[in-house]
């Protein structure tokens, strides 16, 4: 890999990196928190708007799914443009759709208030897209010697952003009605992206490879698609991290998605065991549910980064590897935030009940062990030149692509933290 696409973490202090940690870790708690208060009181609105269960599951899905397909458009452009400046979009773009969001209920007409609702939640996905890749891309050239462990943490944020938002949400409701709630959060949004964009210490790096040519080999290299888990996270994620920094991830992967399909029979619990509901059960499968989803998340950032390193670290500098991979890493979150609320809404609709579905979802998870221990011996006994086949002719085709550009664009330099 060409020295000047290498990041130059010498420029960076112990105090710098702990600043990275200390707005990272404060920023994934907001967001999260941002992004799941509404949960308690807008089901509620919604329906005295006359909005059925679907369309509001819908309304959920938006977000996640806006948020998916623009990761992978900020993963690509994100080595030219500044990251603090990605950030910063990022934060004010989701303040100003979730202040919006908030005066949603003064429109009277059902669907025009389903279209805005659509909208906003839209462009809040887009700006989620914006900070949460910048931030993966951004911990992956800061951290590199601990990076699981240092991602493990800022999900442990994650998770109590979700567990906050709901009840903080509620609180807010009742003492102001629906306005309060994202009037608070925006300003906070909005105080987060001042924060990022005079405190956040500066780097310097230099991009000569083109990342749309790394996307699209990425894709059609097994080894990083495993990262196929749904978004979840637990507050076990900073031991997994530090676990993950020492051990083999591909292992644990397998381990978590196993346990975790364990976990969700009996959350149910599914219908074929002889097993009651109660209280003790449910708390049982939950820390189950949660442990074994940090064991399976956590790891995979690491994994798929350190495969697609070793796989094309000699061919693209080292700041194009992390923002494709985390552009990718945070799309397939995405995905899982999708179809969550599009599946919880719909079962009514098939008569699907609570056990069957958490049993089946157990099932389809065991599922992804079974394909990540498949690619995972394919990735061993396929030589590599067969691997690199399947990209011949994507590589032909930049190549000319290339050959056409100038010499400026080649070489184009822009800072990373400016």
């Not at 609702?117 to 910048?134: K, L, M, P, V």
């Not at 009037?183 to 991009?207: D, H, N």
């Not at 000569?208 to 990083?224: A, D, G, K, N």
């Amino acid at each position: 890999m060409a020295d000047s696409g290498t990041i130059q973490e010498a420029q960076l202090t112990k105090r710098s990196r702990i600043i990275i940690l200390i707005i990272f870790s404060c920023i994934y708690f907001t967001t999260t928190a941002a992004y799941s208060l509404l949960a308690p009181f807008f089901p509620q609105v919604a329906n005295q708007k006359g909005l059925q269960p679907l369309e509001i599951g819908l309304i959920f899905a938006i977000y996640p799914f806006t948020k998916g397909l623009t990761s992978l458009v900020i993963g690509v452009i994100l080595p030219y443009v500044s990251i603090i400046y990605l950030l910063w979009a990022g934060l004010f773009l989701e303040a100003s759709g979730t202040l919006l969001f908030g005066f949603l209920p003064n429109i009277l007409d059902k669907t025009t208030f389903t279209v805005f609702c659509f909208i906003i939640r839209g462009i809040q996905g887009i700006g989620a897209a914006s900070y949460q890749t910048s931030a993966y891309a951004c911990v992956a050239s800061v951290f590199t010697s601990s990076l699981s462990s240092t991602v493990g943490m800022l999900e442990t944020f994650t998770s109590l952003g979700f567990m906050a938002g709901p009840p903080i949400g509620g609180l807010l409701y009742k003492a102001g009605g629906f306005q309060l709630p994202f009037i608070v959060t925006a300003f906070i949004l909005i105080l987060a992206s001042f924060i990022i964009a005079f405190t956040m210490p500066r780097m310097q790096y230099s991009v000569t490879t083109s990342p749309m040519h790394l996307l699209r080999r990425l894709f059609v290299f097994p080894s990083v698609m495993i990262i196929v888990a749904p978004a979840a996270f637990g507050l076990f994620s900073t031991v997994v991290g530090i676990l993950a920094d020492k051990f083999y991830t591909r292992p644990m992967i397998v381990i978590g998605s196993l346990l975790m399909g364990i976990a969700y029979q009996f959350i149910g619990p599914a219908p074929y065991l002889p097993v009651s509901l109660t209280v003790t059960q449910s708390i049982l499968a939950s820390i189950g549910s949660g442990i074994s989803l940090a064991v399976c998340i956590i790891p995979s950032y690491t994994d798929a980064l350190k495969s697609a390193k070793d796989r094309f670290g000699q061919d693209y500098d080292e700041i194009v590897i992390n923002s494709v991979t985390s552009g990718i890493f945070s799309a397939s979150l995405a995905v899982g935030q999708i179809f969550g609320p599009l599946i919880a809404s719909a079962s009514p609709d098939f008569n699907v009940s609570f056990d069957w579905i958490t049993s089946i979802f157990g099932f389809v998870i065991m599922g992804q062990a079974i394909i990540v221990i498949l690619l995972t011996i394919a990735e061993k006994i396929m030589p590599g030149q067969n691997l690199n086949r399947r990209t011949s002719l994507i590589s032909e085709e930049d190549n000319c692509k290339e050959n056409n550009t100038s010499d400026i664009d080649k070489e184009e330099t822009r800072p990373i933290l400016t």
